[in-house]
C-alpha cells in the first residue's frame, strides 16, 4: 500500500520557521520525484516544490524561492521541506506527492499524503 505521511506543521509566528517531513512506503521511493504542495481556504492547490528522483534537482514557485528549501534522504524515504522567514499568506494545509517527473502540476502526481496545517499568525 502506497503510503505518504507529512508532518511537522503548526501554528508559528510570521519570520519564524517550520520544518516538514514527508515518511514515505510502498513504493520505489528512488524512482519518484517528491512534491510539495499547499491549498489554503478557498483558494486552488498550488505547488510549492518539488525534487527529482535521479539528481535531486529541485525546483520551487517564485512565492517560496529564497525561504523554502526541499531535500531528500533515499535511505530514509523521507523527504523535508525547510520553511523560514514564513509569511502569514503562506498558511495553508501542506501536502506531500509522488510523481514519475519533477513537475509542479498537481496534476501529474498520482500518490498523495493527508495534509498537515501550517499557520502562521501576523
Known amino acids: 500500500e502506497v503510503q505518504l505521511q507529512a508532518s511537522g506543521g503548526g501554528l508559528v509566528q510570521a519570520g519564524g520557521s517550520l520544518r516538514l517531513s514527508c515518511a514515505a512506503s510502498g513504493f520505489t521511493f528512488d524512482d519518484y520525484a517528491i512534491g510539495w504542495f499547499r491549498q489554503a481556504p478557498g483558494k486552488e492547490r498550488e505547488g510549492v516544490s518539488c525534487?527529482?528522483?535521479?539528481?535531486?534537482?529541485?525546483y520551487y514557485a517564485d512565492s517560496v524561492k529564497g525561504r523554502f528549501t526541499i531535500s531528500r534522504d533515499n535511505a530514509k524515504n523521507t523527504v523535508d521541506l525547510q520553511m523560514n522567514s514564513l509569511k502569514p499568506e503562506d498558511t495553508a494545509v501542506y501536502y506531500c506527492?509522488?510523481?514519475?517527473?519533477?513537475?509542479?502540476?498537481?496534476?501529474?502526481?498520482?500518490?498523495w499524503g493527508q495534509g498537515t496545517l501550517v499557520t502562521v499568525s501576523s
Open positions: 525534487i527529482s528522483s535521479s539528481d535531486g534537482s529541485t
Open positions: 506527492a509522488a510523481s514519475t517527473g519533477a513537475v509542479l502540476a498537481v496534476q501529474r502526481y498520482g500518490y
